[in-house]
């Protein structure tokens, strides 16, 4: 990392330019990643990525350019083309810096770049041998363990000079069942702002085994979904999809200065029925979204996204907040030093609502419950998504029956928020990876189990 008096230096020969603000933001991250198949180790990759990412704002423009070559000469050749594109000058104005320290909210105990290579394949190990146990019909597994440790520094010309250190870890298990004629494959992955000790106290890999092997034999036994318009109870966890990617975009700065968002300028007006409250909190201890501060060296902070069906603030990030004429809100995120930080989401979910989750399928004659969801795709700028529920049942008379396999849940982020008409109490987060333009960062999505009265659902069955 560079000294205080490189950076303060850089800093000030960048704002010899027609430049109000600059940052320099450094980089040092280690990868490891273990891959098995059944219990044979595949693969061990480590990586290590370092570099330097240097922004000039000229009142709501910015120029960005990166680097992995750290020397001084580089560094001051890279700021000269910033300085030149944005118009250069002889003199302006000198910056000193002032280190702010950050608490570290997010401390681990078992530092997986410590402990023997041994110990930790021997986690995916007992991840496969428990999934294989659950059923013979279980015939494959394919696992992974990433860990990550992120060290920081961002300086800008204002004077601020923040370091913070990020460390992740996430095991993966895929289990493949089969009847012979057919195979599934069921998966859990969880992850968390924390060591080993993770998977030693919290989500041993023996239950992220038996997880991933029960849910591919329940899609081996599944059915061909139906279709129609219908009432839909998307469970807690992973449900949280849904809200993260038809809703959460679209509260982003990135979308809402440039009003290429469905709710652009609906702050304080009624967005959701007045059961939804949201949140995107970066400060939840050791989250897997979670950081001290954010990429641009700012506080992480709760943001009240929506407050009883009000459209209350959105994700703000700084260069987005100058077109906004708002601060930022400690939403800007990237991925590397690679990428201009924009604003994004950290651990992002709908909190907690009165309701019991075994009353929301009262009353449904023919519905789906949708236990868990996979992939899809969102238009950021309308809201509108087609989802697939990895996992799903059929509602049948107020009761869950036959599982079923091809639902696809369609509609827009606009119109689920007005239709979700219960939201139970048994929040659950899950972690996932978002990508946007800075490119791919680790976030949180959940909620409770919420009931939307009615929702284009696409099946598959002949009907």
């Given amino acids: ?107 681990i105990e078992i530092d997986p770049f410590s402990t023997p290579l041994e110990e930790k394949v021997d986690l995916i190990v007992r991840a496969s041998k428990s999934a294989k146990e659950v059923d013979e019909k279980i015939v494959k597994t394919q696992g992974s363990l990433a860990s990550t440790r992120q060290y920081v520094q961002i300086a800008n010309s204002n004077g601020r000079l923040v370091r913070d250190v990020r460390r992740r870890s996430r095991l993966v298990l895929h289990a493949f069942a089969s009847d012979g004629t057919r195979m599934k494959n069921g998966q859990d992955s969880p992850g968390a702002s924390k060591g080993l000790e993770y998977f030693m106290k919290e989500r041993t890999p023996e239950s992220i085994g038996k997880e991933a092997a029960r849910l591919a034999l329940v899609l081996l036994d599944a059915k061909p979904a139906p279709s129609g318009s219908m009432p839909v109870i998307i469970d807690n966890g992973f449900g949280g999809v849904i809200f993260h990617e038809a809703c959460g975009h679209s509260l982003e700065a990135t979308g809402v200065a440039k009003n290429q968002s469905v709710f652009a300028g609906k702050k304080g007006q009624k967005i959701a029925n007045e059961k939804v409250s949201a949140v995107d909190d970066g400060t939840i201890a050791n989250a897997w979204g979670s950081q001290n501060v954010d990429d641009e060296g700012n506080p992480q902070r709760l943001r009240v996204l929506i ?58 004659k023919r519905g789906l419950y949708a236990k868990r969801m996979g992939g899809g795709s969102v238009n950021p700028n309308t809201g509108e998504f087609n989802f697939g529920v990895l996992e799903g049942y059929l509602i049948e008379d107020g009761k869950i029956t036959d599982p079923v396999e091809g639902a696809m849940l369609i509609g827009s982020g606009a119109e689920i928020l007005q239709k979700i008409d219960m939201v139970a109490d048994n929040l659950e987060r899950a972690q996932g990876m978002c990508g946007s333009i800075s490119g791919s960062i680790p976030t949180d999505v959940g909620q409770p189990a919420i009931r939307v009265s009615s929702i284009t659902v696409g099946g598959t069955a002949n009907e």
């Fill in 1 to 107: 990392m560079l000294k205080k008096n490189q950076l303060e230096n850089l800093l000030s020969y960048a704002m010899k330019s027609e430049a109000d603000f600059a940052e320099i933001f450094e980089e040092d991250t280690d990868h490891e990643g273990i891959s098995m198949l059944n219990e044979d180790v595949e693969d061990i990759n480590r990586s290590v990525v370092a570099g330097a990412g240097i922004r000039l704002y000229k009142n709501q423009e910015s120029v960005y350019a990166y680097t992995n070559d750290l020397s001084e000469d580089s560094l001051y050749a890279l700021i000269d083309d910033l300085r030149e594109a944005l118009g250069a000058k002889s003199d302006g104005p000198a910056v000193h810096l002032e280190e702010v320290v950050i608490e570290n909210a997010h401390p």
């Fill in 307 to 364: 407050k009883d069906g009000i459209l209350n603030e959105y994700m703000v990030d700084q260069l987005n907040g100058r077109r906004m004429k708002e601060a930022s809100s400690g939403s800007g995120r990237r991925q590397s030093y690679k990428y201009e930080p924009t604003s994004r989401m950290s651990n992002t979910f709908i909190l907690p609502g009165k309701d019991k989750k075994e009353d929301m399928f009262k009353g449904i």
